[in-house]
């Protein structure tokens, strides 16, 4: 894990939420909702809550009584989740890392987090800080992808790339989104903080339908990829993600691009 890799901010959050939500998060997203309101919390965390495409799938099913505390290490993924939320008194946006949350023990019934364990640099560390903050009894959800493979769109882009960039191809998507992809690994990590009741179950989805080159740009501009490409040579962006539409082009045809997105999620209780 590099300072790059969790770095969304500059043109990221904007692309992010405009090309990579509703391509590839938005349908995780109302799952992790649904199974979170079907506990009828009051006190709920959402760590690496991002852009906030969970909270709105999440807010509308909250109790009118509901406290939800929305966080993120980077602020300026939380400024565009508030401006699209827009004010909701039950709602507090407060930046915060996973890895050290500046909140009360055993404040909180339900911990959730969409695709975000994958950047915490110690999850078991991570997990306790979750664990921490929860009441006895209370429950930690959280999805992360499954292998780059099982993935069709990312992972034609992570080959385009890689060809693209034979001698030091961009690695964050193997080493990051998908680099935790072990359900193994993951209980084991979360028995070692302390969870039991531990489920995980795989879950597959498609995309939302595409085009190569908004699927291109999602990738090469909306996220971490971006700071890798960038780091190889600073005016080569529209470039490489011309380059990797054309991959996807010719791999997945000129029309629509629907694909298989899959992934794990979790539950664990305190
Ligand atoms: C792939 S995005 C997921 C965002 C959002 N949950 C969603 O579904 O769109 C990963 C998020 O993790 C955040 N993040 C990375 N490291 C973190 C940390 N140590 N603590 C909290 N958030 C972190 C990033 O800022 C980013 O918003």
Request: hydrophobic letters at 45%; glycine letters at 6%; charged letters at 25%.
């Amino acid at each position: 894990m590099t300072e790059k890799d969790k770095l969304f901010a500059g043109a990221i959050p904007e692309v992010y939420e405009r090309l990579m939500v509703p391509l590839i998060f938005e349908p995780y997203a109302v799952d992790l909702a649904e199974r979170v309101a079907r506990i009828k919390p009051l006190d709920v965390l959402e760590i690496a809550a991002g852009t906030g495409v969970v909270t709105r799938a999440l807010a509308p099913k909250l109790d009118i009584e509901a406290q939800l505390v929305a966080t993120d290490l980077n602020q300026p993924m939380l400024d565009v989740a508030h401006a699209r939320q827009g004010d909701d008194e039950r709602i507090v946006w407060q930046q915060a890392d996973a890895m050290a949350l500046p909140l009360d023990d055993e404040s909180f019934d339900v911990v959730l987090c969409q695709f975000g364990v994958m950047f915490f640099p110690d999850r078991v560390k991570a997990y306790r800080e979750v664990r921490r903050v929860l009441k006895p009894g209370g429950r930690f959800l959280f999805n992360a992808w499954d292998r780059v493979e099982a993935n069709e769109v990312a992972h034609a882009v992570v080959e385009a790339l890689e060809a693209g960039f034979p001698e030091n191809s961009p690695s964050f998507m193997r080493r990051v989104p998908h680099g935790y992809a072990d359900p193994e690994v993951i209980r084991a990590d979360l028995v070692a903080a302390g969870f039991h009741d531990i489920t995980l179950e795989a879950l597959e989805k498609k995309n939302g339908p595409t085009t190569a080159s908004d699927a291109a740009t999602a990738f090469c501009q909306g996220t971490p990829i971006r700071n890798e490409i960038e780091e190889r040579d600073a005016l080569a962006l529209a470039a490489v993600s011309e380059a990797v539409a054309e991959a996807l082009k010719k791999q997945f045809g000129s029309g629509m691009i629907e694909r298989r997105i899959r992934a794990h999620v979790v539950g664990a209780v305190r």
